[in-house]
Antibody, heavy 121, light 110 residues
């Protein structure tokens, strides 16, 4: 079945970097783009952007430029989110979600299980 | 501050029906398909409704979606305690060139 499995929780100090992985299985990885979504504690979902898994071209949402980088390793069907110069406000659960598009309609399905990134000194 | 507006919470008794609203503008809901996601406590979101009113396989017909103008609605009938979750609406915003979500609605089944 189609599945996204993310790397485990991370505890980082302010100023450090973190790299979250999202391994896809059950479908051809390069057929669908990958969304990244942030959920801060007790908050709603916030779209960070997506990466075209065929071309490697990333698209970043407003507020997620500069310190956030999407990348791929298509040989292992894995997408990555790297965040540098971490701040306390980056503490959140980060989700990858396949961007499924058909006939002009796009939605996120399935979602990874989420990766909790905690930034604390 | 989310682009789409949802009520923070709704509640109803087991067996009853509840609706959750999602309000937007002509640049998002008024111009694009709406999807709904169910997020059970401590878990990742899961697709519940896509293209305004379609259910993925495995989603019971107790869940329904509709859209009118710049608003969308999720309906749940025959409420069960297992339906307690956060529900999020999402769509594409052509002005922002971004996927946008509502702030989420917490459903309590009393």
């Amino acid at each position: 079945q189609v599945q996204l499995v993310q790397s485990g929780s991370e505890l980082k100090k302010p100023g450090a970097s973190v790299k979250v992985s999202c391994k896809a299985s059950g479908y051809t990885f390069t057929t669908y783009s990958m969304n990244w979504v942030r959920q801060a504690p007790g908050q709603g979902l916030e779209w960070m952007g997506w990466i075209n898994t065929n071309t490697g071209n990333p698209t970043y949402a407003q507020g997620f430029t500069g310190r956030f980088v999407f990348s791929l390793d298509t040989s292992v069907s894995t997408a990555y989110l790297q965040i540098s110069s971490l701040k306390a406000e980056d503490t959140a659960v980060y989700y990858c979600a396949r961007r499924y598009c058909s006939g002009g309609s796009c939605y996120s399905e399935p979602w990874g299980q989420g990766t909790l990134v905690t930034v604390s000194s | 501050q989310s682009v789409l507006t949802q009520p923070p919470s709704v509640s109803a008794a087991p067996g009853q029906k509840v609706t959750i609203s999602c309000s937007g503008t002509s640049s998002n809901i008024g111009n694009s398909y709406v999807s709904w996601y169910q997020q059970l406590p401590g878990t990742a979101p899961k697709l519940l409704i896509y293209e305004n009113n379609k259910r993925p396989s495995g989603i019971p017909d107790r869940f329904s979606g509709s859209k009118s103008g710049t608003s969308a609605t999720l309906g749940i009938t025959g409420l069960q305690t297992g339906d307690e979750a956060d529900y999020h609406c999402g769509t594409w915003d052509s002005s922002l060139s971004a996927v946008v979500f509502g702030g989420g609605t917490k459903l309590t089944v009393l």
